[in-house]
């Protein structure tokens, strides 16, 4: 698995990190979400540089151009709810993707404990098809395998570029032990030192879907 880390280079993603932590800025959801938002839209434009291109003409008002287009659209999938506004600054670049949203939450025991559990998939085929699975947070990375396990239901892609904002080194490790893959490419914005009982990253951001989407009753 292929590990790229696109933060801590200096560029407006440092700023976009920087106020998606802030705790004073994410009073705001609106400022929040836009944010996710445009983070989606770097990774979008960084992926996409991976894709197979081939060269067609367009017409101008001027005469004929050669232009490379992408060859194959990707199929967009997320895990709901954390991942929406991240997905949708993703599709705002990849304006011509297929979607995918996989359902899944925190199951929690006596002991207060939780367990991920996958409850629903909406798909198309992903047969020979290049998948951008994303989600904020990978704190433990539980949330992401599953995710990862649930796209082959629906057809075996010929590359998945797994996408995360925040991770834990802990989540990092987990993923790189349980997704052997060599056609998977690992994609972060930073990467924690700590993750809490709790499974929180730290310092981390907090709970993206509560800052997106306000606050919710987990499951139990």
Not at 82 to 99: K, P, Q, S, T
Not at 134 to 158: N, Q, V
Not at 185 to 209: F, H, R
Request: proline share 4%; aromatic share 8%.
């Amino acid at each position: 698995m292929e590990i790229k880390v696109l933060g801590n280079n200096h560029s407006v993603l440092d700023q976009y990190l920087a106020e998606i932590r802030d705790e004073s800025i994410q009073k705001d959801p609106l400022r929040f979400r836009e944010n996710l938002y445009r983070i989606g839209e770097i990774f979008a434009y960084e992926i996409s540089k991976t894709f197979d291109f081939e060269v067609s003409q367009v017409t101008t008002p001027l005469g004929v151009a050669d232009v490379p287009k992408i060859q194959k659209q990707p199929v967009l999938a997320t895990i709901l709810r954390a991942g929406l506004a991240m997905h949708n600054g993703l599709l705002r670049i990849l304006d011509r993707a297929e979607n995918c949203f996989i359902s899944a939450f925190r199951k929690y025991t006596a002991d207060g404990k939780f367990e991920i559990e996958f409850e629903y998939m909406a798909s198309p085929s992903l047969d020979d098809k290049v998948v951008i699975l994303s989600d904020p947070m990978l704190a433990s990375g539980k949330s992401m395998e599953i995710g990862y396990e649930a796209l082959f239901s629906k057809g075996k892609p010929s590359h998945i570029h797994l996408v995360a904002i925040i991770a834990s080194k802990q989540g990092v490790e987990y993923v790189k032990k349980n997704i052997k893959a060599e056609n998977v490419t690992l994609w972060l914005g930073a990467v924690d030192n700590e993750m809490t009982a709790k499974s929180y990253i730290v310092p981390g951001l907090g709970d993206a879907g509560d800052l997106a989407y306000g606050e919710k009753i987990d499951s139990k």
